[in-house]
Nanobody, 115 residues
Framework: QVRLVESGGGSVQPGESLRLSCVASGINFKLYTMHWHRQAPGKERELVASITGGGSANYGDSVKDRFTISRNNIRNTVFLQMQNLKPEDTARYYC?????????WGQGTQVTVSP
């Protein structure tokens, strides 16, 4: 059974930082590309960043140069380091991967950025 559990969200002021974590179980973690998505109220879910098993990363245009995705294949964990947070980064952040033709999602962690 594949399970993804996110943590690390919170309420911060603009310009501050947060680090999100997602622990995966039920898969051979190092083989799978992992993704972070986010969804704000009234908006579509947005792909924030992706990282392959070998560590190659890609980012959405809105977070480039501010967010960094990384992974620890020993601890089955993917991270999202978020710096210089802006109010428009406010959303629920979800960890996601595909396994045997099916998408799996965590429950999400809320990030709120406000003065």
């Amino acid at each position: 059974q594949v399970r993804l559990v996110e943590s690390g969200g919170g309420s911060v002021q603009p310009g501050e930082s947060l680090r999100l974590s997602c622990v995966a179980s039920g898969i051979n973690f190092k083989l799978y590309t992992m993704h972070w998505h986010r969804q704000a109220p009234g908006k579509e879910r947005e792909l924030v960043a992706s990282i392959t098993g070998g560590g190659s990363a890609n980012y959405g245009d809105s977070v480039k140069d501010r967010f960094t995705i990384s992974r620890n294949n020993i601890r089955n964990t993917v991270f999202l380091q978020m710096q210089n947070l802006k109010p428009e980064d406010t959303a629920r952040y979800y960890c996601n991967t595909g396994f045997r033709g099916r998408d799996y999602w965590g429950q999400g962690t809320q990030v709120t950025v406000s003065p």
